[in-house]
Structure formats: structure tokens, C-alpha cells
């Protein structure tokens, strides 16, 4: 009988698991990876990543959650580094210009996965809906202490920047919204109201 998992291998295990389901999902998707596939690639046992997530839901929703915070952690960091705020949201399209630029972006994984599961799975939904509330509340901060009445157009602009930058394989459109808020923040756009 192979000798009970210390607390430390457990952790180790889970997150290998989520490195792995991770980095399947975003690539190929959620659907077309099976859970054969995640143990193949996290070297976990069946059993065991059953054990550690009853579900793909499950699974789907840990590998959203992890990914939130060192999304918004990323996110965060790059804005709060600077002191003026209208720099501030300036940075954090700067951000999002480089993460669309990196190495097999896919866009965005919350985005993805609401498009893959829809209402079908409500948890996944949840952590979709939490991860883009949390998004839209910093560049509604942002938005607020550099002069903009409205945070709408703002967040409307870095979402359709994401998605655009998928679609196109180019940051482009990261840059371009970054030019349009600071269109704005310069008083060449809306202010209040859409």
C-alpha cells in the first residue's frame, strides 16, 4: 500500500493538476480536452484528480479562479506602479497591450470559457461573471480618479480590445484603445454618459 500524501505532495499535486488544465484549456479549449488528456499531462492519476475536483466544472472553475488572481495581480501591479492616475489607467491598457502581445494568447480565458459553457454550467458562469466584475470595478477606479465620469466606455474599450487582439493575433488594438482613452482623459471623448 503506497504510503498516505503529505500535505506538501498534495499541494505539489493540485498544482500540477491546474498548470496542466490550464494550459490544455486556453490552448484547445474546454470541451476538446478530456480528462484523460489532463492526466496525461499533469501525471496525476485519475483517481486522485478526482478526488481533488469531482467535476470538469470543478476543474474549469479552480483553473479560472488561480487565473484570476495572477491575472489581476499582473494587472494591478503595472497600474498601481504609477502615481498620477490618469497614468495609472493609461498603464493598465498598456498592460493589456503587452499580455495580447505574448506567446500563444488566446485571448480572454473568462471570455473563452463563457463561450464554450455558456449558462450550461452556472459555477463556471459565477466565475466568470466574479472575475469580470472585479475587472470593471479597477478600470471604473481608474477611470474615477483620472476625471472620467463614466467608466463605461472604458471597460467597453478593453474588452473589445482583448477580444479584438485575439481575433487579429496583434496587440494593435490594445494600443488603439489606449489612444482612445487618452483621447478621452484629454477631453476628446465621452466623459459622461454614452
Known amino acids: 500500500m503506497p504510503a498516505p500524501l503529505t500535505e506538501e505532495q498534495a499541494r505539489q ?13 486556453y490552448e484547445k479549449g474546454i470541451r476538446a480536452v478530456g480528462m484523460d488528456e489532463v492526466r496525461a499531462a499533469s501525471g496525476l492519476p485519475l483517481k486522485r484528480i478526482y478526488r ?6 470543478d476543474l474549469v472553475v479552480a483553473v479560472l479562479r488561480r487565473r484570476d488572481g495572477r491575472w489581476r495581480g499582473r494587472l494591478v501591479a503595472a497600474a498601481e506602479a504609477h ?11 498598456d498592460w493589456l497591450a503587452g499580455w495580447c502581445a505574448e506567446p500563444g494568447f488566446r485571448g480572454c480565458a473568462w471570455i473563452n470559457a463563457f463561450g464554450e459553457l455558456g449558462p450550461a454550467s452556472p459555477a463556471v458562469l459565477a466565475e466568470v461573471r466574479s472575475h469580470k466584475e472585479a475587472f470593471h470595478r479597477h478600470l471604473a477606479d481608474w477611470s474615477g480618479a483620472a476625471g472620467l465620469a463614466e467608466p463605461a466606455p472604458v471597460q467597453l474599450l478593453a474588452e473589445g480590445a482583448i477580444v479584438t ?7 494593435d488594438p490594445a494600443r488603439q484603445a489606449r489612444a482612445a482613452v487618452e483621447a478621452m482623459l484629454a477631453g476628446g471623448g465621452p466623459r459622461s454618459g454614452i
Open 83 to 93: 502615481a498620477d492616475p490618469r497614468a495609472r489607467l493609461l498603464a493598465a491598457f
Open 52 to 57: 481533488l475536483h469531482p467535476t470538469k466544472d
Open 165 to 171: 487582439a485575439a481575433i487579429s493575433g496583434s496587440p
Open 13 to 25: 499535486d493540485h498544482e500540477k493538476l491546474l498548470d496542466a488544465a490550464e494550459a490544455l484549456f
